[in-house]
């Protein structure tokens, strides 16, 4: 008795006609996606106006229910952004949640509204919708990055760091060099959402379940008023279609291993083993137990957050791999993954700007660190190229100074004339300008180098590039 008094008092489903009973608490749980869903309410808006214009505009429906419907779904809409709307389970999803609140706020000209088309199509038109204005707010996050790390690189325009290969010392760098590689690949990351951004500007409403429908609807219309390229071309591609959101996963991932990349070398250089980079208090966090410590979390969450970017891209694989072609309910589990991933790089570009914005480098540190590591053995190498050997012995002739200079407990630079020359005799006093990391970075000529002059021009390319006054 109880649970036919608790079945009647449910709400019947928008779908629910052929059904004689309705659906176990179990299974209302286990199916509602209005939990997370709910954020697309705008795109879901804004798409129930374009098709019900539309409707209008070809005779399916009158302009006196157009106008009914959409004073309708301005005022649900105020409702929402006042947070009063009413988000009911039991409605299951974001678009029957709006639809119901619209039949019971405007009456039979709300039941005109769902004409032409279907949750398959609505859906995957709302995520198109709401993942161009992710892409917009991504890309505007990836240049306030990439300025921060221009204004922190013209602060250093003349530091030499040891670059490093394997983690060893390799050959001397300039600071700007290294910062301007991230900016780089910012900018490949900006690309890449760009190039998607192209892609997912195609509109799928009207494609309807599968097949598209027999009435004379404009989607050419629809397409044009929600500000898309155009409608898709095939109806069940536009219902089945979720690559564009494997695409944007894709994108964010790349970019999230990119900002987990610099978070490691952030980290290491913050370390008392390095000592190169100094946060300020402002971006950094203590211990529980030790009073001494200073951490660099935000770096570290960074690079922990770009493991969750990635695992967002391979659940909707995975997800994704075994769909019969048309729309599967297992593509209700796309969002999720799908909001997770914009939040998660939205807030790694974010606390990544504040770090660079408010880190310094102890330049003596780094400057006395220089001299380990024989950082100029290979523009010594370059210097014997230029005196006429092969590459491949002057290599050889270097790698004899390096061991000279280990069982002598000293740097290239230090060694006598007369030592460079036992070891091979083409070597003149001219060979002193090649030696130190200043002189060495100095060598550097070729484009795209570490050199001083190819370093400020990348500098100043950047900053015009990026709009940043002088």
Request: proline residues 4%; negative net charge; glycine residues 6%.
């Amino acid at each position: 008795m109880a649970s036919s008094e608790s079945e009647e008092k449910k709400e019947s489903k928008l779908w629910g006609g052929r059904f004689e009973e309705g659906v176990t608490d179990a299974v209302e749980r286990f199916t509602e996606s209005i939990s997370y869903d709910w954020q697309l309410y705008k795109y879901d808006i804004m798409g129930s106006k374009a098709h019900a214009s539309m409707l209008a505009a070809q005779g399916l429906i009158t302009t006196g229910d157009r106008d009914i419907i959409l004073e309708g779904l301005d005022q649900i809409e105020k409702q929402i952004q006042d947070g009063k709307f009413e988000w009911r389970k039991d409605r299951e999803d974001v678009h029957m949640n709006i639809e119901a609140a619209l039949i019971e706020r405007v009456g039979e000209p709300a039941k005109k509204l769902h004409t032409a088309r279907s949750r398959n199509d609505q859906i995957v038109t709302d995520l198109r919708l709401w993942c161009r204005d992710a892409i917009d707010k991504i890309l505007i996050r990836i240049k306030q990055f990439q300025v921060s790390l221009v204004l922190l690189a013209s602060k250093y325009v003349d530091l030499i760091v040891p670059g490093y290969t394997h983690l060893q010392r390799a050959q001397p760098v300039l600071l700007p060099h290294l910062l301007l590689s991230y900016v780089e690949q910012l900018e490949r990351d900006a690309g890449r959402l760009i190039d998607c951004r192209e892609r997912v500007n195609f509109c799928p409403l009207g494609a309807c379940a599968l097949a598209g429908t027999g009435l004379p609807i404009d989607r050419f219309k629809t397409a044009k008023d929600l500000n898309f390229t155009a409608p898709m071309k095939n109806s069940i591609d536009a219902v089945s279609d979720r690559d564009f959101v494997l695409e944007f996963l894709a994108a964010n991932s790349i970019a999230a291993v990119h900002l987990s990349r610099i978070g490691e070398e952030w980290v290491l250089w913050a370390s008392e083993e390095f000592g190169f980079l100094t946060p300020s208090d402002s971006v950094s966090t203590g211990s529980s137990i030790m009073p001494q410590k200073k951490n660099p979390d935000p770096m570290e969450l960074v690079r922990g957050k770009s493991a969750r970017v990635i695992g967002d891209l391979m659940t909707v694989l995975v997800l994704c791999k075994g769909l019969p072609q048309a729309y599967n309910r297992d593509l209700q589990e796309d969002k999720e993954p799908l909001f997770d991933s914009v939040k998660a790089i939205l807030g790694m570009l974010e606390v990544c700007s504040e770090f660079a914005q408010n880190i310094s480098f102890n330049s003596k540190r780094i400057q006395s660190s220089l001299p380990a590591g024989y950082l100029d053995a290979t523009t010594l190498a370059d210097y014997l190229v230029k005196k006429g050997v092969p590459f491949r012995t002057s290599h050889e002739i270097v790698g004899r100074c390096v061991a000279l200079c280990v069982s002598k407990n000293c740097q290239l630079t230090e060694l006598e004339m007369n030592d460079l020359k036992a070891v091979h005799p083409v070597f003149e006093r001219d060979v002193y300008a090649y030696l130190g990391v200043e002189n060495a970075v100095n060598k550097f000529i070729s484009y795209g180098s570490t050199g001083s002059e190819q370093v400020k021009k990348q500098l100043e390319d950047w900053r015009v590039q990026l709009g940043i006054n002088p």
